[in-house]
């Protein structure tokens, strides 16, 4: 409340240049020491949702930002109108920096796709047992992106009520990732939302799958009915209806600055601009077997030093498998 109208002078220069109380810009723009903190909770169409303090405030980038992109997750400072009223927009002038990014990256025939969240702890990889059926491939590709991005994986398989997880458990059993298992029956309970808030208590995770794997469904009995509206609920803002299936949308799990973030369908993880040396450091067994590898090595070629060390009895051979498999998605396509 502090900040409360105080920027409005400055909102935007470019339409009021003679406004009443408007300081020459060079003064006022490079600190913005008055702005507010915010976090970016949905993105659409240009126009993010940012919660500052209690309020939902609909904000668009400032110019000076240039490509810069704030993203869901996001940390930012917000400068003009702050009150969260209906028809009002504040600038972003500048987006902190960010513990960790979940990306992909953008396939030209489908834009719209692109997942990206930032300052995520964790990705809860989301995957049905049955209708969808379950798509290691896609898994693997999740895995790899939040290896690299730095956030802690979380395999949240759904709909057990229709199939069983021992293939997968034993696919990703030697990846040591924690998982939950859910059924409709649980959703019904409560049971499901309690397994799995046990892994995201305090935290920020991003939920990610295909679609109709149960995101939403999951979501949403994590976070109850009030407490979506009270502040992660954007429909008061942007006053356009359902929330876009294009953006991530932020919710709060509780008090405590836990989030969910939930997420558009995915069909596919581009992981164009993945580093092999990051992925290796969700793998600290194997990572000192790496001292001896070329320089910039994938790790998945014929030159890496892992598989001597592996032979040598260092670590198990089945971990160095996982990582290769991982490291192999890639280079191949979704579905392969
Ligand atoms: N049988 C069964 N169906 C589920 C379960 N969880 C979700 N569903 C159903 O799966 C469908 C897709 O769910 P939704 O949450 O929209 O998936 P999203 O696209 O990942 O957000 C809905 O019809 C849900 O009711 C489950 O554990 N068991
Ligand atoms: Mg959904
Ligand atoms: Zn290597």
Redesign the pocket.
């Known amino acids: 409340m502090r900040r409360y109208g105080k920027h409005t002078d400055e909102d935007d220069i470019r339409s009021r240049p003679n406004r009443k109380g408007t300081r020459p810009r060079t003064n006022i723009r490079p600190a913005h020491e008055d702005a507010a903190e915010g976090m970016v909770l949905t993105v659409d169409r240009g126009r993010l949702t940012c919660l500052v303090e209690d309020r939902t405030v609909l904000a668009m980038k400032a110019r000076e930002l240039g490509r810069k992109a704030a993203v869901v997750g996001d940390r930012v400072a917000l400068v003009g109108d702050m009150s969260g009223k209906k028809d009002t927009l504040a600038r972003i002038v500048r987006i902190e920096d960010r513990t960790s990014l979940l990306r992909r990256t953008a396939d030209d025939d489908d834009p719209f796709e692109r997942v990206v969240v930032a300052n995520a702890d964790q990705l809860a990889i989301?995957t049905?047992l049955?209708?969808p059926e379950p798509r290691p491939r896609l898994i693997d590709r999740c895995l790899v992106a939040a290896f690299d991005g730095g956030l802690t994986p979380l395999l949240v398989m759904?709909?057990?009520?229709?199939a069983s997880p021992d293939k997968l458990l034993e696919l990703y059993g030697d990846l040591e990732i924690p998982y939950v298992v859910?059924?409709?029956?649980?959703?019904v309970t409560g049971d499901?939302a309690d397994r799995v808030r046990q892994h995201l208590d305090g935290k920020i995770t991003a939920?990610v799958?295909?679609?109709?794997?149960?995101?939403?469904?999951?979501?949403?009995a994590l976070v109850p009915q009030d407490r979506r509206r009270s502040t992660g609920h954007v429909n008061a803002v942007t006053g356009r209806g359902r929330h876009t299936t294009t953006s991530a949308l932020a919710l709060p799990l509780s008090d405590d600055g836990g989030w969910v973030i939930?997420t558009?369908?995915i069909r596919s993880f581009g992981l164009a601009h993945i580093d092999p040396s990051r992925v290796i450091l969700a793998f600290p067994d194997l990572e000192p077997g790496t001292v001896n590898c070329p320089r910039a090595c994938s790790h998945d070629e014929p030159d890496c030093a892992l598989d001597a060390w592996v032979a040598e009895g260092h670590a198990d051979p089945a971990r160095l498998y996982s990582l290769r498999r991982l490291l192999s998605t890639r280079e191949r396509k979704e579905g392969d």
Not at 158 to 162: A, F
Not at 209 to 220: A, D
């Open positions: 989301v049905a049955a209708d759904t709909k057990s009520d229709l859910t059924s409709r029956e649980e959703l499901a939920f799958g295909h679609s109709g794997v149960g995101k939403t469904t999951l979501v949403n939930d558009p369908g």
